[in-house]
């Protein structure tokens, strides 16, 4: 049987989940490659608090010197689940430069640096993998470059962000508040202390980048996603989409049209029958279109130790199958320049609800500034909620964003409009 070191750059919950999985799996893996992985190093930051975990293997030599990896020729894959996305490219870099093949579950790294770093390792004929950037366990980056590869991909849209996921699903089946739920998620450890990345959409963003650029065949990064977070999100909004026959999600969006690519990753309104809408509490799914298989979905636990550890480790045995048949660094990849779709341009219907003053002629003076913009209105709702203050709802029919915006601003400018509280797209899929 043969052999092969690796090294981990990192042991927080995706590290050690690869430690763990390989101690549970790992005859089960050897018999499939005809080789044993043995982790050779770990690189940490803090020496004593790992020395002093009692279900590290002895055999494992912990480090806080990366030079102790790259300086080690018995090491040929490199595992990097740190999370920091400068040095981790610095790392990684240096990996490649010396003829080591790396995985990473870095979507920080990967969205802003994928393309770079892939053209690199092709250049020292070494594998760059990165399976678990996206999604966790879900098996999603791989059929993008690979089994869905004879397709012209049209669209990817997904739940890819399981904190907001949570926040929503509870929002929906509790009634409870925005500031509620985010507690609760932080209190059960599926929201961080500061929650800005996930609550405001940008983990979900970088998410969408990496598909768009795989599937799109297209040089996208994370700043060419527009990106809306779910802090506004009311119980209102809620209740409303209940009673339409929807629910609200935040999704991330790629689409690929014959006039460009538009990447968004905004609340939206989903129907209840969708797929999508049914993903509740931290799962994550993705739904991709090929022009000839048409719709698949992939649904799992998109976060995780051992879920995310499963998808580092097959990248791991991809790796070692390809160094075994010596063909690392091999697989061609084909890069477009991306002509983006402008945001303005990019049509939807949308849910809009506003706060009011309770007098003769408001709706009137509303559906004159949307008519006015050739936006249609497909629903109305009027609720009073005192002798003063009244709410509307209305769904108007897809319109471009452009002219919503422009309409929603002359709107809050009526002296009969106390405030929009809120605009939602309406995804009809």
Known sequence: MKNVSIALLGCGTVGKGVIDLLAMNGPLIEEQLDTK??????????????????????SIQLTTDFNDIIDDDEIEIVVEVMGSADFAKDCIEQCFLRGKSVISANKDLIADYGIPLLKLSQQHNVDFQFEASVAGGIPIVRPMYSSLNSNRIEEIIGIMNGTTNFILSNMTAH??????????????????????NDVSGYDAARKIAILATLGFHSAVTFNDVHVEGIENIAKEDIEHATEMGYVIKLLAIARQDEDGIS????????????????????????????????DVMFYGQGAGSLPT????????MNVILHRNLQMTGKRGYVWHEAKLKPQADIASPYYIRMIVNNAPGVLAAVSKVLAENNISIRSLIQKDETAEIAEIVILIDKSAAGLVQASLQKIEELSCVRKIANAIRVIEV
Do not use: W
């Open 37 to 58: 992985i043995n982790i050779k190093r770990v690189l940490i930051r803090d020496l004593n608090k790992y020395e002093q975990m009692e279900d590290l293997p002895d």
């Open 175 to 196: 009634g409870s508040s925005y500031e509620d739920v985010l507690k609760e998620a932080q209190e059960k450890g599926y929201a961080e202390a500061d929650p800005t």
């Open 263 to 294: 990447l968004n990753v905004h609340p939206s309104f989903i129907r209840k029958g969708h797929p999508l809408a049914n993903v509740d509490g931290a799962y994550n799914a993705v739904c991709v279109r090929g022009n000839c298989v048409g």
């Open 309 to 316: 550890a499963s998808a580092v480790v097959s990248d791991v």
